[in-house]
């Protein structure tokens, strides 16, 4: 009699012929990383010659081999139907005794002779590939208790091998059915409906930035997740940080985790209840930092061994509070991704809003609206139309396969909808809340998500502009191209531009997206007599009995996001740059601000950091960027003073940085450059240089101080010019004292991106880096490495000439 069983303990990677790709990779995991501490659960498989053995018992293999020869592969308009014969011809047998034998054997010595419950999991020989994943395409039992409910589970993975969508999967992948057989995985039990589950990517899931670890989480069971009926918990950790052993969680996100998923102890037939999530679990993260971090280590323990980008699914039992890993998959679509084309949309026209959830993928697509509440409506979904629906699941595969992009209701990033959008290559919006309460089939629609992490459904045709960038073919300069940012949901995707850093990242975007609430309104809480704005705080702040740690959470995330998008590349943070009428817009702003006559020359940039009217906000800053240095391990940000009038203030500034902890003295790696935009920092240039380490030339308020503009008026607006001789005259020179001073200086203002001449005068004068927007980058180095060219081909021409 042939074994059929073969222990987790006793398989390996190379198994896959023998037990399918996931319980290789269980077997692979339980063998070989034990030494790393990773807990796997202990378990058997059922292997594919018992798979093929119940085929030939049951002599069904030429009916099932009949029915798949009928099926209609151009427009799948009978899958359904040949499906059900196949499935129903594989449940019409019946297990052979041999088979049955050994698996209740081995089920016994797996749970010491107890009816424990146990996870039944379909593995097929085509599946976790490093090309095609098939997760979700067959069946899983999990709370499997006794010896009838672990062969039913058996027989009915076997006929899993036949569900619509595996069937769907395998034609569109070019796997021959008769090619793929079957293995059963029996693993013992982890109760995480009474705990946590999740799943995990060893890369930034959305633009496959690979130094990041991207955990998501739900209470109960992973289904809600899946199947995006919750929103999760999402964590992002930093891999270099984690191996210098920093506080390498950069990124928290409370999801709204509206249900969870438990077993309804006591059902004949295995099933689960959903029960509301009540607020105080809501307000909670599902795993601490330290959790966290053991799973982002367990995490890239797997994907080393694996040497490839890793998803894996982890659960934590809430009876024992230990952490285990359930399944890992080689990540199918980011893996196989060139990273050196770029392909960039904007949106130039569009119309209304009609919704917004989590933007999946970065494209941009316009097309017809068709809302289905079940799979099985699939047939009225035509080629090239948008899909509406509440959520999908894993029976919608053949649907969404149709679609030109997805909108859903629930769902988060890594819900079921979101991981085939992505592995389709097609724009989702997911999580949008009633988006198919405010569409109706047939609507004209714009899907965006193109726009960072928020995806927007606009009415109507939009204006889209795509361009594909080679990255690889862009020309290399000695003049440094850097970018200019304040928004860390591009980030990731930003990071594979061809940068040396960020020249000019704008703390006040993350201030008013992240945060906005003033500063001051957190600090001075108590002060606040307006009932309204003291509500709307504590809304916003719930969770945080100190107000102002929220402020120093949400701006340090901010920062190390970008920070950790760029390293080990420098990335520049200018230092909170509001003036008094931006700052009184923010929550709680009112009570805490000046009326000024004229903002733009007011109470702003330095003047505020020692006033003790901004101190303690300004305090909360230097805290957030401590953190990020200190605890995160990212040295690589620096700091950028702006509007500091007077060299005696910019000694005052430094001297508050020095008592917040950011003492160059104690950590030599600090640099704190200047933001040169006031006429009075390039004239005493050679002073300023004595305590800054670098210059940065703000062109346009330079522009507006030199020429006397005011350049929000639109009055006068025809006055402003970057190119004007005042103001060019002043920038060649401070650039001159610049070099002369040992120090770096570059340029993060706007007319670099819009004028040609302006890049030539400048790197004519030997500036060191120039920074550009996003969408002026590419335009920009071109510029450069022209100008580079005709000074060196002046300076050749120079050389040539005779002397007088």
């Known amino acids: 009699m042939p074994s059929y069983i073969k222990k987790f303990s006793e398989i390996s990677a190379n198994d896959v012929p023998l037990v399918g790709g996931k319980n290789a990779s269980l077997g692979e995991m339980f063998s070989t990383l034990a030494t790393a501490q990773i807990c796997v659960p202990d378990g058997f498989a059922l292997t594919t010659t018992a798979f093929r053995d119940f085929i030939t018992f049951n002599k069904i293999g030429d009916a099932i081999n009949a029915a798949l020869e009928t099926l209609d592969k151009q427009n799948f308009s009978n899958l359904r139907e040949v499906g059900r014969q196949c499935r129903a011809l594989m449940m019409s047998g019946e297990l052979p005794p041999e ?20 996870a039944v999991r379909s593995s097929a020989t085509a599946e ?36 619509d969508r595996a069937i769907k999967y395998r034609e569109d992948n070019g796997f021959r059915h008769k090619d793929v057989t079957l293995s059963v995985g029996v693993q013992k039990m982890v109760r995480s409906d009474n705990g946590v589950s999740g799943v995990g990517f060893t890369l930034e899931p959305e633009s496959g930035f690979r130094n990041i670890v991207h955990i998501s989480g739900v209470w109960g069971l992973g289904e809600n997740m899946v199947q995006g009926t919750v929103t999760p918990d999402e964590f992002y950790v930093f891999k270099p940080s984690l191996e210098k052993g920093c506080n390498a969680v950069i990124q928290h996100k409370l999801g709204a985790k509206e249900l969870t998923m438990r077993y309804a102890l006591g059902s004949p037939d295995c099933t689960t209840i959903n029960i509301e999530t009540d607020e105080e679990q809501r307000a909670k993260f599902v795993l601490s930092d330290a959790e966290i971090t053991r799973l982002a280590k367990w995490f890239v323990a ?24 359930l399944q890992a998959r080689p990540e199918t679509v980011h893996s196989q991704r060139n990273t050196t084309m770029i392909k960039e949309y904007s949106i130039t026209a569009k119309g209304k809003c009609i919704a917004s959830g989590n933007a999946i993928g970065s494209g941009v697509v316009t097309g017809i609206a068709r809302l289905l509440d079940s799979p099985k409506d699939a047939d009225e979904l035509k080629e090239g139309e948008i899909l509406v629906t509440s959520m999908t699941s894993p029976d919608w595969d ?82 440094k191209p850097m970018l200019i940012t304040g928004d860390p949901d591009t980030a990731f ?58 402020f120093i959470d949400k701006l340090s995330e901010g920062i190390a996001t970008v920070a950790a998008a760029f390293y080990p590349r420098e990335v520049i943070v200018r230092m909170s740059d509001f003036k008094t009428n931006e700052y009184a817009g923010l929550i709680g702003g009112q009570a805490f601000e000046p009326s000024e006559e004229n903002p733009m020359l007011g109470f ?25 240095r200190k605890e995160m391990g990212l040295t690589n940000v620096k700091l950028m003073i702006p509007f500091c009038r007077t060299v005696e203030e910019g000694k005052k500034v430094i001297g508050v940085l020095r008592a917040n902890g950011l003492d160059r003295n104690e950590d030599p790696s600090l640099e704190i450059y200047l933001m040169t935009e006031i006429p009075s920092n390039i004239l005493l240039a050679e002073e300023f240089a004595r305590d800054f380490d670098g210059f940065s030339i703000g062109s346009n ?26 103001v060019t005259q002043l920038i060649a020179l401070v650039i001159d004292k610049a070099k002369k001073a040992g120090r770096k200086i570059g340029i993060c203002g706007q007319a670099p991106g819009d004028l040609d001449d302006y890049v030539q ?32 081909l002046m300076q050749m021409v120079v050389a040539d000439e005779p002397v007088k």
């Open 99 to 118: 088979i049955k034998q050994q698996a209740i054997a081995a089920y016994s010595v797996l749970c010491s002779g107890k009816d424990d419950s146990v």
């Open 128 to 163: 976790d590939l490093a090309t095609a994943s098939f997760a979700g395409q067959h069946e899983s039992f999990l709370n499997v208790h006794g010896v009838n409910g672990l062969l039913l589970a058996i027989h009915k993975c076997f006929a899993s091998l036949y569900t």
């Open 302 to 325: 797997i994907e080393k061994h694996y040497e490839k980008p890793m998803d894996i699914e982890w659960a934590k039992d809430g009876t024992t509070g230990e952490l285990f890993i």
């Open 398 to 479: 053949p649907v969404l396969k149709k679609s030109a992009a997805i909108i859903t209701d629930k769902g988060g990033r890594t819900s079921h909808a979101s991981i085939v959008a992505r592995e389709l290559g097609i724009p989702a919006v997911v999580g949008c809340g009633h988006a198919s309460y405010a569409i109706k089939t047939g609507d004209l629609l714009t899907v965006s998500c193109c726009e960072g992490k928020t995806g927007f459904v606009y009415e109507g045709k939009a204006g889209i502009e795509e361009r594909v960038i080679d990255c690889s073919a862009t020309e290399t300069t000695k003049v």
């Open 493 to 550: 995707m930003h990071s594979f531009y061809p940068v040396s850093g960020v020249g000019l990242l704008r703390m006040e975007f993350m201030i008013t997206h992240a945060i906005r609430i003033h500063p001051m309104a957190l600090v001075r809480f108590h002060e606040i007599q307006d009932t309204a704005v003291r509500a709307t705080i504590e809304k916003a702040t719930s969770g945080y009995a100190d107000k102002k740690q929220f």
């Open 604 to 628: 702003r940039g330095a003047s505020r950091y020692y006033h003790e009217m901004y101190r303690e906000g300004f305090d909360m800053e230097c805290s957030a960027i401590a953190r990020v």
């Open 701 to 726: 308020d330079l522009t507006q101080l030199v020429l006397g503009v005011d350049r929000d008026s639109s009055i006068v607006s025809t006055l402003f010019d970057e190119q004007n001789k005042a």
């Open 761 to 792: 005068f400048l790197v004519a004068h030997g500036i060191n880096t120039i920074s550009f927007t996003p969408d002026a980058l590419f335009r920009g180095i071109s510029r450069i490495y022209k100008a580079e060219k005709a000074k060196s």
